[in-house]
């Protein structure tokens, strides 16, 4: 079982290896609050990354996260870090999965914005 998504134009893609999340953390700092992400955090080692060569990353703050982007459509289909349990660790933006119904998932959310 798992999920697949990408970014817009299709040059990146991904596919996580687990369960299709029914919960998002929505994030109000400077960066998730302008792109509206909505987030599932999942083991880094789940997740396969096809189009690298157009991949770029942003980082802000304390750098703790890659916020991994298009080149081509400029989409952020997923962030890469470690968690605070020193385990690396994939952000998927759940906006950039067509088979979730983003109306349908419980929204939590976080105060990144005092971090």
Do not use: W
């Not at 609050?33 to 997740?47: D, M, N, S």
């Not at 189009?51 to 703050?61: H, M, S, V």
């Not at 660790?89 to 976080?110: E, F, G, M, Q, Y």
């Amino acid at each position: 079982m798992g999920y697949e998504g990408g970014c817009h134009c299709g040059a990146v893609t991904f596919e996580v290896a687990g369960e299709t999340p029914t919960e998002a953390m929505s994030c109000n700092c400077s960066h998730c609050r302008r792109k509206g992400f909505l987030l599932a955090f999942v083991p880094a080692e789940t997740v396969t990354i096809s189009g690298e060569a157009a991949l770029r990353d942003y980082t802000f703050n304390r750098h703790a996260l890659r916020h991994r982007f298009c080149t081509i459509c400029g989409c952020q289909p997923f962030s890469m870090g470690i968690d605070p349990a020193g385990q690396a660790t994939a952000a998927i933006n759940l906006r950039c999965v067509p088979s979730i119904d983003l109306d349908a998932l419980t929204i939590r959310k976080v105060d990144g914005a005092s971090f």
